[in-house]
């Protein structure tokens, strides 16, 4: 799974990076270090807009998105704690994700994330879960393969209010490859650059194409370094998390 991540690129760096056309300043979010569900993080989206009833080409957006993906039927936004990751196996079949999968498909840009693995601490003996920060070794942005979706909060009464609509969104996983595979299981699935345009085309919609996209996690040799267990508390954030300690 994925249940913390990092990303603190500044968004004009996330705009020339991911090409990106749209993008509102008064969004910004901070450098986040430590990442957690229902925080809000940076998307990379393309959505189709209608003027005067003429199809318009997609835009590339660069917005914030709340991380906890809640389906368009959910009764309460709550249910969005339990729908961080969606699993590339299912994704394409599964209630939740199924409609998210063919029509709003995202990249969250990360600079790494972060895994756990048990370990008996060496002064008590007793098991323990020492955190790992994981990236990409010459340290580029990882684009993870992500889902959107719209909620509608049915205690806001006026549809035009901006607080009636919600944005969410999902990382999706998979096998865990290189040195993330020596610390857990599962691992966000990064993509190439070269799989972007398709991967965020709303036009494109063959799930059997989608999912070809999403066969081998993003390129580039994984570093995983072990950090300090102040990353278990989301209070905590800053470039010292990042810092190697003794595992």
Not at 178 to 197: E, I, K, Q, S, W
Not at 212 to 222: A, D, M
Request: hydrophobic share 40%; proline share 8%; net charge negative.
């Amino acid at each position: 799974m994925c249940g913390r991540y990092v990303s603190t690129r500044s968004p004009k760096d996330l705009v020339q990076l991911f090409q990106v056309a749209d993008w509102r300043a008064e969004e910004a979010l901070a450098p986040n270090w430590n990442v957690a569900p229902t925080d809000d993080v940076w998307a990379v989206l393309e959505r189709t807009r209608r003027d005067k009833d003429d199809a318009a080409p997609a835009r590339r957006e660069l917005r914030p998105l709340r991380w906890g993906l809640v389906p368009s039927w959910a009764k309460d936004v709550k249910i969005g704690a339990r729908m961080i990751n969606a699993r590339v196996e299912t994704v394409h079949e599964k209630p939740a994700f199924r409609r998210a999968f063919l029509k709003h498909r995202c990249l969250l840009p990360a600079d790494g994330f972060y895994e756990w693995q048990q370990a008996k601490d060496p002064g008590t003996g007793k098991t323990r879960k020492q955190p790992y920060f994981i990236h990409l070794h010459d340290d580029q942005v990882m684009a993870l393969a992500g889902l959107y979706e719209y909620w509608r909060d049915p205690a806001v009464k006026q549809d035009d209010d901006p607080a009636a609509w919600w944005m969410t969104c999902t990382i999706i996983t998979t096998e865990a490859t290189d040195a993330a595979g020596r610390v857990h299981p599962r691992m966000p699935l990064a993509l190439t650059a070269d799989h972007y345009d398709a991967w965020l085309d709303p036009a494109h919609q063959d799930p059997d194409e989608l999912r070809e996209l999403l066969t081998q996690p993003g390129g580039g040799h994984l570093d995983a370094r072990p950090v300090s267990t102040a990353v278990n508390n989301v209070r905590n954030n800053g470039p010292q998390l990042l810092e190697e300690v003794a595992p």
